[in-house]
Structures are given as structure tokens and as C-alpha cells.
Nanobody, 125 residues
Framework: QVDVEESGGRSVQTGGSLRLSCAAS????????MGWFRQAPGKEREFVAG????????NYQGSLKGRFTISRDNAKNMVYLEMNSLKVEDTADYYC??????????????????WGQGTQVTVSS
């Protein structure tokens, strides 16, 4: 069992940067792969980034690679998503999720067992 809670979402202007945080509970956090997903109004949830339990492997949605960065601090039970050069198209609710597979950051949301409630990011011109 891993409980997660996102924070850091807010309104920003295009070109700005934002860092989202995900606080996790449970002694088994360091054994979980973690992922960030987002869902815009009227659209399905999509994969943003994933990271293995030891942070040795990271995976990104192709269009976001180089602009978004996922990281984790197992000692603090924290996962982060750094977002740079934000665009209006990045506007969405962002979710943090945990997957009990420690070695493979799946891109499909159906493989993740535990989810946060989401944090809203709004990017405007």
C-alpha cells in the first residue's frame, strides 16, 4: 500500500517553469516505480513521465522529452516533475501514480495501482 498526494499546481504564463511534488507514504515506496500522468478537459489521461524504483531508468512521452524532468528522493518518499518552457497545451490536471513493478515504468495508466487526487496546472498566454 502506497498513498500519494500531489501538490504545486498553479496558473503560469507560457514559457514559465513549474515544479510539481508528490508525497508518498508507506515503507515500500522505494520498491515502486512511479509515474506522472495528465488529463486535459475532454481528453483521456496520458502518460507524461515514469521512473524506476532506484531511478536508474526514466521514460518520457516523446513530445515532452527534454522539457520535462522526473526525479525521486526515496529517503524523503518524494517524486518530482520539473516542467520548463510551458505551453498552453500543457494545461491539465496532473496525477502521480505508483506501480508495484520496481524495474519498468509502464506508459499505460492501467498498470498503476495507486493514484493521487491530482493537481491543476493552467498555462495561459
Amino acid at each position: 500500500q502506497v498513498d500519494v498526494e500531489e501538490s504545486g499546481g498553479r496558473s503560469v504564463q507560457t514559457g514559465g517553469s513549474l515544479r510539481l511534488s508528490c508525497a508518498a507514504s508507506g515503507r515500500s515506496f522505494s520498491r515502486y516505480s512511479m509515474g506522472w500522468f495528465r488529463q486535459a478537459p475532454g481528453k483521456e489521461r496520458e502518460f507524461v513521465a515514469g521512473i524506476t524504483s532506484s531511478a536508474e531508468r526514466r521514460n518520457y512521452q516523446g513530445s515532452l522529452k527534454g522539457r520535462f524532468t522526473i526525479s525521486r528522493d526515496n529517503a524523503k518518499n518524494m517524486v518530482y516533475l520539473e516542467m520548463n518552457s510551458l505551453k498552453v497545451e500543457d494545461t491539465a490536471d496532473y496525477y502521480c501514480a505508483a506501480d508495484q513493478n520496481p524495474d519498468l515504468p509502464y506508459q499505460s495508466p492501467r498498470y498503476y495501482e495507486y493514484w493521487g487526487q491530482g493537481t491543476q496546472v493552467t498555462v495561459s498566454s
